[in-house]
């Protein structure tokens, strides 16, 4: 029964991230809006959902380790893994507003969650404060998108044959109605292949015998993370770059501003942070999101070699993490030779793309 749901759950997600790519990417051409907000909005919320509907239950019922590690766990693993992937299948070009844009908000949430849980919690009021910044961001994004449209709308209103080919458009995902049809029947799949996802993994976590926390930052992380893995993979293979990177920036964001946001307001007190997350893992967090900036600024691009550093780190983090949950007695070598070695390694590796980019000194964004 756990196989069969675990099989059940990934062709789920296979054929909901088909159906929201395709229906997202038509809704941006029908309203007007970019491919990028779409990505970073529709996309983006629709696929965090999963972790939206866990956390919310989690918060509920008081087991806190696996709402807040679900979120960490999720964001780590939609930068190093989803990206990663990603780019392995295709060099993904990212768009200049999300380098000036995006990932500097996605960093600030990282280091505003880290802020608040510095006492320990994350109280209601602060997770209110997540929402009302939810709101004001999508909010200007649309609003930006829109202006942006209509700009490029004046500038070649003249070019006739453009407004012809678009009102004679006849595929039959063209019309609007349908579209939004498509992006519901893929959320609801999503959202489906990645319960059963959950329930088998955990189930065979728990008879293990691993902590609530590292399943939240593991299993359940990565499970509901399988819309961002679906809906991505897609978009690259599709072309949809835009979607594809759109949708793993949007997605961080929301974790932290909304998941936690609504959690803290849903849970019967403060959400407690466990000590090793604030120590460790949200540091983790907001390392992967820092390190998205100088790799998005070379060239704009993030390429396959970088696509493989994200997905090796993956591999080393989530090792870590089990070598710590079974306190094994490699665990404080393998530890040494990541300080050591390893993260020193890739900082100064950053360090000279980064100074070779800007001596190149690219186009403006």
Known sequence: MTLALLAGGLILLIVGGELLVRGASKLAISTG????????????FGTSSPELAVSLQAAAAGEVDIALGNVVGSN???VLLILGLSALITPLVVDGQIIRQEV????????????????????????AVFVILLAGYTTFLIWQSRRQTQALQSEYAGERHIADSLAHRTAWDDKLPVQLLLIAAGLVLLVL????????????????????????????????????????????????????????????IFNILCVLGISSLVAPTALAVAPSLLR???????????????????????????????????VAYT???????????????YSLVMQAFVLPL????????????????????
Not at 280 to 308: S, Y
């Open 33 to 44: 809006i970019s491919p990028l907000v779409v990505g970073l909005t529709v996309v983006a």
């Open 76 to 78: 780590i693993f939609n």
């Open 104 to 127: 500097p908000i996605m960093i600030g949430a990282s280091l505003l969650l880290f802020a608040v849980s510095l006492d320990g919690g994350i109280s209601r009021g602060e997770g």
């Open 193 to 252: 292949g990645s319960g059963w996802l959950i329930e088998a993994a955990t189930t065979i976590a728990k008879a293990l015998g691993v902590s609530e926390l590292v399943i939240g930052l593991t299993i359940v992380a990565a499970g509901t993370s399988l819309p961002e893995v679906a809906a991505s993979v897609t978009a690259a293979l599709k072309g949809q770059r835009d979607i594809a990177v759109g949708n793993v920036i949007g997605s961080n």
């Open 280 to 314: 460790f893992d949200m540091l983790v967090m907001i390392a992967v999101a820092i390190a998205c900036l100088p790799i998005f600024f070379t060239g704009r691009t993030i390429a396959r070699w970088e696509g493989a550093v994200f997905l090796g780190y993956y």
């Open 319 to 333: 090792a870590y993490l089990i070598l710590a949950a079974q306190r094994h007695d490699v665990l404080a070598t």
């Open 346 to 365: 890739t900082a100064l590796t950053l360090i000279i793309v980064v100074a070779r980019a800007w001596k190149t000194r690219p186009a403006p964004l």
